[in-house]
């Protein structure tokens, strides 16, 4: 067994290899309160300022009660805490449904995204263990293989075990320890039962809990400073750090357990997510590609003119004909050939020798092409069922805390521009850099904070002075009209919509009827635009601003 200064080492040189995909998944799950939500949970100078008066219990912020919050609750818990309160205090039935099925909506974000979400995030860290390269497309590897579902409950029933024990204090702390490899022996094998992963991390973890809790507590000075930076030190170093120091720790246990011959590492048979095939495998799994790669392609047909600059320059597609759809299908296969060729290569996971076939699953899932163009029906939509979403996030946050429903945008209709508008502009002016995904989230939160800076200016100049939000409070902010912590969500978010949300709702846009859909986007376009005229002159001024449990406030406005 290697030594911890060797385990950090082996971490670091991986994190050097990989630093931009590394820091943007962890932040991801930050930003999805999935794991890391501490890094973002001293971004206020109040918090800061608390923290610096009493570093151990006061105002629930030390670091003492933080670590025991990180190994005994979840944000679940929290959201549904104050939903049983928001229940107790109102009478209203409407309110009750609404609240009750917020609380149900809630439950089942985290049980599907925030709670896996540590799977997808370990899978892309043992990846790149072995592998120089390992596409942002990876974060889909549970959909590809159809078993998002049999990860999300494993790790359900591992989350429960855990919750159980904690009830008697030390039980809690001896089990996380116990289910501490759960996630990574998931991300290997999410075929495996529940119990058999939960039974196969305690096996593991036997004589380890010690060395394994020495292990995190090396990291504590990391996590000072993260905490002195107001986490930004977290989310820039110390989090991937970490994360891809116990990616080492869980190969050495793993090679250990398999020496051993522990019951049940005999499941753990993902040969090549640890040593790269020899190349005559690849070459015989990877022959079309190969024929592909070494037969000169034909001249592609370009489309003309206009189109072509737009769809070239802005990812845009003016018109959904027949030689835009042959372009499309030529854009995806292009991408899709050179992730097979670094397969071919060995320098990124064979898929095609996973031990559950991930070729022909799911077509559609294989169709998310993130190099498309869109249409203008589909980045019209994109705007409005984005906009749509984000009122709606905000609106059941503020339900659920506060047991009141309050209409969280500054126009009078269900939207929020913001989240469409900052969508689709990442879409368009940021085509270009979708081939990189480090530049691509340092763009958008660039693009964002401009944005929000001058949607917060026009905001307060056209309604007379009201301030719809302020940041004041915030580290690194500006004016109040940004900060630090918005600007990384951004970037997260980002990633998110044009990696995985913008493909996926191209692909159903492009399945549906398309004069239906173009009736019904006519009909929206019109409400929304109705109710932008009128709002400026009689703008929503239900509620203030509240805050949710991201600590990012929710705001009143194109915001």
């Known amino acids: 067994m290697l030594t911890r200064k060797e385990l950090k080492q082996r971490g670091k040189h991986s994190l050097k290899k990989h630093y931009l995909i590394f820091t943007a998944i962890c932040l991801i799950s930050a930003f999805l309160a999935s794991e890391f939500r501490g890094s973002l949970n001293f971004s206020t100078l109040r918090n800061y300022e608390e923290f610096i008066d009493n570093p151990v219990f006061e105002g629930g912020k030390g670091l003492l009660l933080n ?17 049983v309160n928001s229940l107790a205090v109102t009478e209203k039935g409407g309110i009750v449904l609404l609240i009750l099925t917020g609380t149900v909506a809630m439950f089942a ?24 390269s390992v596409p942002i497309s990876r974060v889909l590897f549970l959909l590809k293989i159809k078993k998002w579902m049999k990860a999300a409950w494993i790790m359900l029933v591992k989350s429960v075990f855990q919750l159980l024990w904690s009830l008697t204090i030390i039980g809690g702390i ?28 305690r ?6 809990k010690w060395e394994c809790f020495v292990f995190e507590l090396s990291f504590l000075g990391w996590e000072i400073l993260g905490i002195l930076t107001l986490g930004v030190f977290n989310i820039l170093y110390t989090n991937p750090y970490k994360t891809a120091a116990f990616t080492e720790y869980f190969v050495q246990l793993r090679q250990e357990s398999k020496k051993a011959k522990i019951p049940g590492t005999e499941l753990l048979n993902d040969i090549y997510l640890y040593e790269k095939a020899d190349a005559l495998l690849l070459m015989e799994k990877y022959v079309d590609i190969l024929d592909i790669m070494e037969t000169p392609s034909p001249q592609e047909p370009e489309l003309p003119g206009i189109r072509g600059f737009f ?7 003016l018109f959904w004909g ?44 294989e169709s998310l092409n993130y190099m498309r163009q869109y249409s203008i029906w589909s980045l019209i939509l994109i705007f409005l069922g984005l906009s749509f979403f984000g009122w709606l996030w905000e609106v059941t946050f503020h339900l659920l805390l506060s047991g009141e429903f309050a ?44 944005l929000e800076y001058m949607t917060s200016l026009v905001l307060e100049t056209i309604s007379g002075g009201i301030k719809w939000w302020d940041y004041s409070e915030y580290f690194l902010n500006l004016n109040g009209r940004v900060c630090a912590e918005g600007l990384l969500v951004f970037g997260a978010g980002g990633i998110i919509v044009v990696y995985v949300l913008a493909p996926l709702a191209d692909n159903l846009l492009h399945a ?30 239900e509620t203030g601003i509240t805050e949710t449990s991201f600590s990012i406030p929710i705001r009143k406005g194109l915001s």
């Not at 096996?203 to 380890?208: A, I, N, Q, T, V």
């Not at 530049?439 to 904070?449: P, T, V, Y």
Request: hydrophobic fraction near 40%.
């Open 174 to 201: 001896i089990k996380h320890y116990s289910y501490f490899l759960v996630p990574y022996i998931t991300a290997e094998n999410p075929d495996m039962t529940a119990r058999q992963a939960v039974t196969l991390s």
């Open 109 to 132: 974000f985290w049980v599907f995204i925030q709670n896996t979400f540590g799977v997808i995030l370990r899978r892309i860290f043992l990846e790149s263990h072995t592998y120089e």
């Open 322 to 365: 027949k030689q835009e759809k042959r372009y499309e299908q030529l854009q995806a296969q292009h991408v899709r050939n050179a992730e097979l060729y670094e397969a071919l290569k060995g320098t990124m996971y064979p898929t095609r020798l996973h031990p559950i076939p991930e070729e022909s699953k799911r077509n559609q899932i």
């Open 203 to 208: 096996k593991m973890m036997k004589g380890h």
């Open 67 to 83: 670590i025991i919050q990180q190994l005994n609750s979840g944000s679940i818990l929290v959201t549904m805490s104050a939903s």
């Open 311 to 317: 769809a070239r320059n802005f990812g845009i597609l």
């Open 512 to 541: 549906a009827d398309q004069k239906l859909l173009k009736l019904f986007t006519l009909v929206l376009l019109v409400l929304f635009c109705v109710d932008a005229a009128y709002s400026p002159f009689h703008p929503n001024t």
């Open 407 to 450: 209409n969280q945008g500054f126009l009078n209709g269900p939207w929020i521009p913001i989240y469409g508008s900052a969508s689709v502009l990442i879409l368009t002016l940021l085509y270009r850099l979708r081939k990189n995904p480090g530049m691509e989230f340092l763009a958008s939160i660039i693009l964002c904070g401009f």
